[in-house]
C-alpha cells in the first residue's frame, strides 16, 4: 500500500537544472516529514534536504544549500527536489524518503522509493 516512486533524473551539463519528483501512494503526503537522500559510488548515503510535515522546517546540505529547493504539492501527494546549478558533484542515484521524525540520519525513515539517477558532466 505504501509506495514511494522517484523520477526526473537524467544526464545533464554542469549548469543545468533538474526538478525531481516522488509521487506517494498508499497514504496521504501530509502524514509524514519527506527527505531527500543521494549515493554516490563508493560513497556513504548523504542527507541533502527534509522538509516537516507541516512544512515549519527544512533543511539543506552545505553542498547544495542555496542551489537546490525541497517543495510539496499535497493535491498531487507529490514531494519535489529542484536542483539548480548543477556541478558533477551532484552525480548520484537520489532516493526519496518518509518518516516520523526530520533527521539526517537514514535509519530514522520508514519507507524509501527506488531511486532516480542524475548525473551532471560535460
Known amino acids: 500500500q505504501v509506495h514511494l516512486v522517484e523520477s526526473g533524473g537524467g544526464l545533464v551539463q554542469p549548469g543545468d537544472s533538474l526538478r525531481l519528483s516522488c509521487a506517494a501512494s498508499?497514504?496521504?503526503?501530509?502524514?509524514?516529514?519527506i527527505g531527500w537522500f543521494r549515493q554516490a559510488p563508493g560513497k556513504e548515503r548523504e542527507g541533502v534536504s527534509y522538509i516537516s510535515r507541516d512544512d515549519e522546517k527544512t533543511y539543506y546540505a552545505d553542498s547544495v544549500k542555496g542551489r537546490f529547493t525541497i517543495s510539496r504539492d499535497n493535491a498531487k501527494n507529490t514531494v519535489y527536489l529542484q536542483m539548480n546549478s548543477l556541478k558533477p558533484e551532484d552525480t548520484a542515484v537520489y532516493y526519496c524518503t518518509a518518516g516520523q521524525v526530520t533527521t539526517t540520519q537514514a535509519e530514522y525513515y520508514n519507507y524509501w522509493g527506488q531511486g532516480t539517477q542524475v548525473t551532471v558532466s560535460s
Open positions: 498508499g497514504f496521504s503526503l501530509d502524514w509524514f516529514n
